[in-house]
């Protein structure tokens, strides 16, 4: 009762991975925007302030969420969950559209994006109920916590897909099925998530509920020559991007594509190729092995925490990160459709780096607290030997 509360130790190694893509990520908007008048307005540092300013932001976010009581992080999570299902509902009521889709809120000059916040509050949300009903009782899951788990993703599903966000949605669909299986679901459950999954994708598809926009991006994603000058344009002039730069780059701000302006969105979806371009092969691998790096990180939190909460909330997050990952740069090398997801703390924008760093942050106060219940443990191991020493 009496204890005080120690300085939580750092995962230095997660610390500096997510430091050095923020960092990289910065110059590679400040490369993508420095030559844009249309967007800068005569400044060419402009977005890269702005970054930076979302960069401290989001640090701070991180250092709070790293330094909260655990106990805390589990009362808020209801909470957060709940504040992120309300601002998917005022996206839907009073947002604004960017690109065919209402993702987005206008705060005066800052615009919000709920959707991303929601990835993280369907993960906790969805840790915290399995830590509650599983937690000390070594019972596998039952179907009625399943079936609560997903309903607790399918609210913020079904409003994401009434924006539309087609890229989202497939971000938060990987998140919880890997959240699903780590949490114990069985195998044959999975396997009819799954069947169920492509079934309705199939359905939507035949009924015509997804737009036109994103019907032409699959077939471009199949096919870019079907229309060079639409839906096909982005893959093929990303790919042309990537191709340009080889082994060593073409030099930070000297890149062909690049400072031609011939990659749509490049300092947001697209900014891998400003990478690949750039930076080249050796910048471009850089980028991917310091996100496998944090990636990594977090299934190794995931795999040494005690805490089914901390357990559960780290894998997902794993998930979340690495799916987001595998379909930007893929969608970037013409291996994934284009969906217009960022690449996680690389790409220019506040709301999918707040939410990035708010979960980083998640991550150092679950490892955290697993080094404190392992000395602690220690510690009660320590002092049975000495009694059983004193007994003998």
């Keep these: 009762m009496g204890t005080k509360r120690q300085v939580p130790r750092l995962d230095w190694a997660l610390t500096l991975a997510v430091l050095a893509l923020v960092t990289i990520g910065s110059l590679l908007v400040w490369s993508a925007t420095s030559h844009r008048d249309d967007l800068t307005h005569g400044d060419p540092s402009a977005y890269l302030k702005k970054q930076v300013l979302n960069i401290c932001i989001g ?80 019972r596998p899951l039952g179907l009625g916590t399943v079936i609560a788990m997903l309903a607790i993703a399918g609210v913020p599903a079904a409003l994401i897909m009434m924006q539309p966000d087609l890229g989202t949605m497939l971000v938060l669909s990987a998140t919880v099925f890997g959240v699903l ?5 069985p195998r044959r459950w999975l396997a009819l998530l799954v069947a169920g999954g492509v079934t309705a994708a199939m359905t939507m598809v035949a009924e015509g509920f997804l737009k036109a926009y994103q019907v032409d991006r699959f077939l471009a994603f ?43 969105e490049q300092h947001t979806d697209f ?41 559960v ?48 942050g998640l991550l150092q106060n679950i490892a955290s607290r697993a080094r404190e219940q392992s000395r602690g443990s220690r510690a009660i191991a320590v002092r049975m030997a000495r009694v059983e020493r004193a007994g003998v």
């Design 59 to 138: 640090l701070v976010l991180l250092a709070v969420v790293t330094a909260t009581d655990h106990r805390w992080v589990r009362t808020l999570a209801p909470l957060v969950y709940l504040a992120s299902v309300g601002g998917l509902v005022l996206v839907l009521t009073s947002g604004t559209s960017i690109n065919g889709s209402r993702s987005w809120i206008q705060l005066g000059s800052m615009s919000v994006q709920p959707s991303e916040f929601a990835k993280l509050a369907v993960v906790i949300g969805m840790a915290l109920l399995v830590a509650e009903r599983t937690e000390g009782r070594r």
């Design 181 to 185: 299986a780590v949490a114990g679901t």
């Design 222 to 264: 199949t096919n870019p020559e079907l229309d060079p000058r639409g839906a096909g344009y982005n893959t093929e002039q990303a790919r042309i991007a990537v191709g340009n730069g080889g082994l060593f780059g073409q030099g930070l701000f000297h890149g062909s594509q690049t400072q031609s302006g011939f990659v749509p």
């Design 271 to 311: 900014v891998f190729t400003v990478a690949g371009e750039e930076l080249g092969l050796l910048g471009a691998g850089l980028v991917i092995a310091l996100l496998c790096l944090v990636i990594w990180r977090a299934l190794t939190i995931a795999a040494t925490t005690p805490d089914v909460f901390g357990r």
């Design 313 to 360: 909330a780290a894998a997902g997050i794993a998930c979340w990160f690495g799916f987001q990952t595998f379909q930007n740069i893929g969608m970037c090398l013409g291996i994934m459709p284009v969906t217009g997801v960022p690449l996680p703390f690389v790409s220019y924008g506040g709301s999918s780096l707040f939410a990035g760093m708010l979960a980083v």
